[in-house]
């Protein structure tokens, strides 16, 4: 890890100031989300960032996803940028960041190319779905994602990916189309596709409903049973500190203004 600890540390701040505002819009507007990935990681085994961390996760229901779509430049202040493929063109990718204008990082994907798009530390936030648990079902997901890795940009999770964003586009379609909603029997909570990570499912009685958890001396929304979901994305035991070679970052260099 070659980023300064301190640098580190003040950029982690800059996202919880974010996570924070993001959470105010979201009680304000009645719109679930949770902290998901490396940054409920976190939250349960640091109660806060993993130290080496340098974004923040977040999941959302596809729902109340498409709202904060929909309010987000309105509400958010100048000190954060909404990205999507739409507010910004650059950007090739299919769910939405929120990028600080307080600093600037280089991802390893990022490093030595020409960048046309905003770079300001960020929030992740995807959109979830449902899917009848069947064995066809999961099938389909997986192998959807598979393919969606395929044709999507170079990023830390599609180091050997195409873009094609009509292909990917159908794809993306197709897995949408198998959402259930919410109050379903026998059903599997899971991610879109919008970023092709793993092709996760949890248990939607381990989501649902949603408890606070702490963060940085704060609490924030997580899934009701956090083991479950980390269980369900990680295949190690997420609760042992990694060795110092793993301790992996995104940045390249982070940059504060």
């Known amino acids: 890890m070659a980023i300064d600890l301190k640098i580190l540390r ?16 979201c009680k304000k507007h009645k719109l679930q989300y949770w902290l998901d990935s490396g940054t409920l990681l976190g939250a349960v085994r640091h109660q806060g960032f993993i130290p080496w961390d340098d974004d923040i996760d977040l999941s959302m229901p596809v729902e109340d996803y498409r709202k ?34 307080k600093a600037d990082i280089v991802e390893f994907h990022e490093k030595g190319k020409e960048v046309n798009y905003h770079q300001g530390l960020f929030v992740d936030i995807f959109p979830m779905l449902t899917l009848p648990n069947t064995k066809f079902h999961r ?70 409903p949603l408890k606070k958890i702490k963060f940085e001396g704060l609490e924030f929304y997580a899934p009701k049973n956090p083991k479950h979901y980390l269980k369900s994305i990680y ?23």
């Open 10 to 25: 003040e950029a982690q701040l800059i996202m919880l100031e974010m996570l924070v505002e993001f959470d105010a819009i």
């Open 68 to 101: 904060f779509k929909e309010i987000a430049q309105e509400e958010l202040s100048e000190n954060i940028f909404f990205q999507t493929s739409t507010t910004d063109k650059g950007f090739k990718f299919d769910y939405m960041k929120l990028r600080s204008n």
């Open 139 to 208: 099938a389909f997901y997986e192998d959807a994602f598979k393919l969606i890795r395929d044709v999507s940009s170079i990023s830390l999770h599609t180091p050997n990916g195409k873009d094609y964003p009509q292909v990917r586009k159908a794809l993306l379609e197709a897995v949408n189309e198998m959402h259930e909603g919410w109050d379903k029997e026998d059903i599997k909570v899971i991610y879109s596709g919008k970023m092709p990570d793993v092709a996760a499912w949890f248990d939607i009685d381990e989501v649902f």
């Open 235 to 257: 295949s190690f035991n997420f609760m042992e500190l990694p060795p110092l070679d793993k301790r992996t970052i995104h940045a390249h260099s982070i940059k504060l203004k």
